[in-house]
């Protein structure tokens, strides 16, 4: 279940295979001004072809509800394996994020923005590969300097440029990648609290303390690629 959608398990009859349908209501769409994001993210399904991105296998709609199907990925998402195990070896760590990294790579190449990132939205394929899923908050950028202003994303997740609200760029999905990593590794975000508006009070400051995950000699590659990734400011990360 999405912000504004739900998903449902289906069999498709005629291939006998296991599919997702997400559905987005249209009373919703009209409601909530979604319209422009559920059309966003129906293009880039339509568009975008890279083995760890997501993809449509088609769309259909009734006079209720949009219903967009996806292969299913029976590995689950990030978060239930996170949920399950606590922490991730650093192994397993780098194996993920080298799928996110490739998978950005590919969208930022696209002109895309994906401001998506999250253990939720990272879903394993049969291989044991991770797949970015959800693109209803992606958003094309054209331009070296283009912006946008809108604010979006988990709390945990979203860059210190995001709530200043003067224009952010694709560097805000680096900053949600060493978000990532460091929950990966530690179990929880370096930034958190009880309430929404701490966490962002916490993320302008920009201060965190390493857990003894990252303190390890072994992970010391690890603790120079997040600090890397969660600098204030957005031309200097990686």
């Known amino acids: 279940t999405g912000a504004f959608s739900r998903v449902r398990l289906v069999r498709n009859i005629l291939e006998d295979q296991m599919r997702c349908v997400k559905i987005i209501?249209?009373?919703?769409?009209?409601?909530?001004?979604?319209?422009?994001y559920v059309q966003t993210e129906v293009r880039l399904l339509r568009e975008l072809d890279h083995p760890f991105v997501t993809r449509s296998l088609g769309k259909y709609q009734d006079a209720s509800s949009i219903y967009i199907v996806f292969e299913l990925y029976r590995g689950g998402d990030l978060h239930h394996r996170l949920k399950e195990l606590k922490t991730l070896p650093e192994a397993d760590c780098k194996f993920y994020a080298s799928q996110v990294v490739c998978g950005l790579e590919y969208l930022h190449k696209s002109h895309v923005v994906y401001r998506g990132i999250k253990p939720e939205n990272l879903m394993i394929d049969e291989?044991?590969?991770?797949?970015?899923?959800?693109?209803?908050?992606?958003?094309?950028l054209r331009g070296s300097h283009a912006k946008t202003y809108t604010m979006c994303g988990d709390p945990e997740y979203v860059a210190p440029e995001v709530l200043l609200r003067g224009g952010y760029g694709k560097e805000v999905d680096l900053w949600?990648?060493?978000?990532?990593?460091?929950?990966?590794?530690?179990g929880y975000p370096p930034f958190y609290d009880a309430t929404p508006l701490g966490i962002y009070q916490k993320v302008l400051k920009g201060k965190f303390a390493a857990p003894k995950q990252l303190l390890k000699h072994?992970?010391?590659?690890?603790?120079?690629?997040?600090d890397h990734l969660?600098?204030?400011h957005a031309g200097k990360r990686l």
């Open 25 to 36: 209501k249209k009373l919703d769409i009209i409601s909530r001004d979604l319209l422009k």
């Open 127 to 140: 291989a044991g590969y991770c797949r970015l899923v959800d693109l209803g908050l992606s958003k094309t």
């Open 176 to 186: 949600a990648l060493g978000i990532l990593v460091f929950e990966l590794l530690c």
């Open 218 to 226: 072994d992970c010391k590659s690890a603790r120079r690629f997040v």
């Open 230 to 232: 969660l600098r204030k």
